[in-house]
């Protein structure tokens, strides 16, 4: 007999990958494919999303999951994570006219004009997020640049749609992806018409939104050609990677998740839509209906680390012998080593999220002393990127308590998931930088596994959450003094670093649209009723 598995398909910044789980919530086998996104020439920061390249990335790593299952598995029912705020434009007959990443930050010029209009106020009131990297500025820029694209667009679709419009013909979107466009209104959970008319994109061409789980439709026969999964096989609405994250641990209001990966998603789930009133973190729809995920975002925390091993630790790639031994294991090897403060060297990389004015500094590491290498060797420069990273969060979650009254950290925990959290050190820097126990998931694939629970919810079976922590680690009074010191001492060499831009040092990143200079424009509630 045949087992039936749940496959998540998982269309990434860096690689689509396919995962299939067991109803047990094992993961049975897994394959991905890497890819990158071109520039866009004469439009400096934008990206292109290469639909034909990706689906054959998409393709091929779900055909190496089904011949690896052979006659044992089944695949049961499908459904589909990604990288949010990408979208996919099509014409009358579902061929693909445009796309992008998230990463596409061409539409600065746009963006400054939603900001100028009082566009972007709107959209924040409305839809929960700025106008840096999602889909209204970048609208405006098709209009100007290529405007025969939006004359003959019929859908639209964000990027995890587009892979069930690939396997379905069927063009639909779910909340918390569709809320990534910044075009939701988040109370209604469905498309704002008034912020697709005043951004200019027809309102008949956003989809259908059906709540995640649901069944939208079943392999072609054309798809099941070239992934191998049977026609017929049911298609089930997944969603954007953090939310899914969410889903998977069963994340609760009342105790905070970091999401760590490429980039750190600091969140908290509410059963009220809350909208920060001085703009700084951004609020998405989350999985279940009546609930939302508020989120301060770390940018490439987890980037950093891969850089600075390749760049500068060779011998931890040549050292590492299996899983169970990475290049960074060895690396946090040599931080631990160092004590809390990382004996001065400091990584100022991104700031605490300012959604409407997030100025970045140039890269930097300062504080090091080149005559003592012992001292502040590459150990302490690795625990300055993961110090770096926690003191965001740490902020981050000082301002989810402060727009939720407390309710976002009530519990006194915070839930550690993704790829970063199967590092010994960095649970533990987290603990003593915030004072909270850090209960660490082990769940490294929490997003896939998010889609895979979606994906057999939409065929009547419960696959259990990943919610017991595999350790949680509580922080010594002593070190959290520590670090209350190290993360004042780090705050003031941030503000201080911000020169080297103006003295003409590329930053790390400055989102378009973001305002020239401080001050954003307070709302007057925090909470924002969902009945309209």
Known sequence: MTAPVYLAIDAGTGSARALAFDAAGFLVTHAHREWSHAAVDGHPGGTVFD?????????????????????????????????????????????????????????RREADELLADGTADDIYRIAGDWVSITAPARIRWIARHEPDVLTRARHFGMLSDWVATRLTGEFTTEPTCGSSSALFDLA?????????????????????????????????????????????????????????????????????????????????????????PERRLRTLCHVQPGHWMIEGIGFLSGLAMRWFRDAFCPDAVASAGDEECSAFDIMERWASEV???????????A???????????????????????????????????EEAAAYVARDHLRILAEITSGAATAGGQVTFTGGSSAGRLWPEII???TGLDVRVTPAPEATSYGAARLAAQGVGVDLVPMSAPERTITADPGVVAQYDHAAE?????????????????????????????????????TTVSAAR
């Open 431 to 433: 603990a003593g930088t």
């Open 188 to 276: 209604e959970r469905t498309w704002s018409h008034e912020l697709a008319e005043r951004v200019g994109i027809d309102p008949r061409i956003l989809p259908d939104v059906v709540e995640c789980g649901t069944r939208i439709g079943s392999v072609t026969p054309e798809a099941a050609g070239t992934t191998g999964i049977p026609a017929g096989t049911p298609v089930i609405a997944g969603g954007a990677d953090t939310q899914l994250a969410l889903h998977a641990i069963d994340a609760q209001r009342g105790r905070p998740t970091i999401v760590g990966g490429t980039f750190w998603q600091t969140t908290s789930v509410s059963d009220e839509l809350v909208i920060d």
């Open 339 to 349: 004590a809390p403060g990382s004996n001065g060297v400091l990584a100022l990389l």
């Open 489 to 525: 001492r780090w705050h003031r060499a941030y503000a201080a670093s911000r020169a080297l831009v103006s003295a003409g040092v590329d930053p790390l990143f400055v989102p378009p649209g973001a305002a020239r200079a401080a001050g954003p424009t307070a709302h007057t509630s």
């Open 51 to 107: 639909t034909e390249g990706g689906w054959r990335a998409v393709a091929g790593a779900v055909r190496e999951v089904t011949e690896a299952l052979g006659d044992a598995y089944v695949v049961a029912s499908i459904a589909a994570s990604s990288m949010r705020e990408g979208f996919v434009l099509y014409d009358e007959a579902g061929r693909e006219l445009w796309a992008c990443p998230n990463t596409d930050g061409r539409a």
């Open 351 to 385: 700031d605490t999220m300012q959604a409407d004015a997030w100025h970045h500094t140039a890269p930097t590491f300062t504080g090091f002393d080149i005559s003592d290498q012992g001292l502040t060797g590459r150990g302490a420069f690795v625990r300055a990127i």
